[in-house]
């Protein structure tokens, strides 16, 4: 399943190269470790609003690394079992209806996942927001007697990515805070932040995010965790196009 970041100057080049939190990169890396952890299982509610209905789904997902992700719905009944599978770059999803498993084409990688204002590029953080992105330390805060850190993050050129350019904002202990999203032109097009920081699978961890489009009132999506644990033993058999077809977790 899912930043903003970092200002940091420094009036002396000794000093900057004392402080790791000067890489750019580097803060990210840990932002995304720590969301994902080694592995993770969580079971978290979504919740699409917008001005005219509300749906809620209740969804099951597991993680391991930062290439593999596996999602099923459970609630409500009609759209249980509906499921999607990342690695790496590749995406397919399952629809029991039909007991079809389509693989997702690059250029759909945009759009939404089951309806909501995540794409299906968000569904699953992963290395791709370290590899086809140059990362800057912008700006540097104290918060709560905290280091909070605005990292811009560019698209290289001819990076295979839905997004030109993303704003990070995490704090030191490696939360993510705040993460914004900008098309090829550098138009903020939607934004997710996180809400209710509170002890979760053992470590402090948002329990709420939230995405919503800048375009559009009263348009969000709201994730909020059930359950989360970390670092548990999962089997790579689990990330397989048979485990997205015959569910047995």
Not at 116 to 130: C, E, Q, V
Not at 187 to 205: D, H, N, S, W
């Amino acid at each position: 399943m899912l930043a903003g970041f970092l200002l940091i100057f420094y009036s002396c080049a000794a000093g900057a190269e004392e402080d790791p939190l000067n890489n750019g990169r580097a803060i990210v890396e840990k932002a995304l470790d720590y969301w994902r952890g080694v592995s993770s299982i969580s079971r978290f509610s979504m919740t699409i609003h917008r001005p005219d209905f509300q749906r809620k789904v209740i969804i099951k997902g597991w993680t391991k690394g930062r290439k593999n992700g596996l999602f099923f719905v459970e609630k409500p009944a009609k759209d249980a079992g509906n499921g999607s599978l990342k690695k790496g770059r590749q995406m397919w999803s399952y629809n029991p209806k039909i007991n079809r498993v389509i693989k997702l084409p690059p250029s759909m990688m945009s759009q939404s996942w089951m309806g909501s204002d995540f794409s299906n590029d968000d569904l699953a953080k992963s290395d791709s927001m370290l590899d086809d992105y140059s990362h800057t330390v912008r700006e540097k805060k104290i918060v709560d007697g905290l280091a909070v850190y605005s990292i811009e993050s560019l698209a290289l050129e001819d990076a295979p990515v839905v997004w030109g350019k993303q704003d990070l904002v995490i704090r030191e202990d490696g939360i993510l805070l705040r993460q914004s999203f900008y098309d090829e032109d550098m138009v903020m097009v939607k934004e997710m932040t996180a809400g209710e920081i509170e002890p979760l699978g053992g470590r402090l961890f948002p329990k709420i995010w939230t995405m919503r489009r800048v375009d559009e009132k009263d348009h969000y999506t709201r994730l909020e965790y059930i359950e989360l644990s970390f670092d548990d033993d999962l089997d790579d058999r689990l990330f397989t196009l048979a485990s997205l077809k015959n569910r047995r977790h």
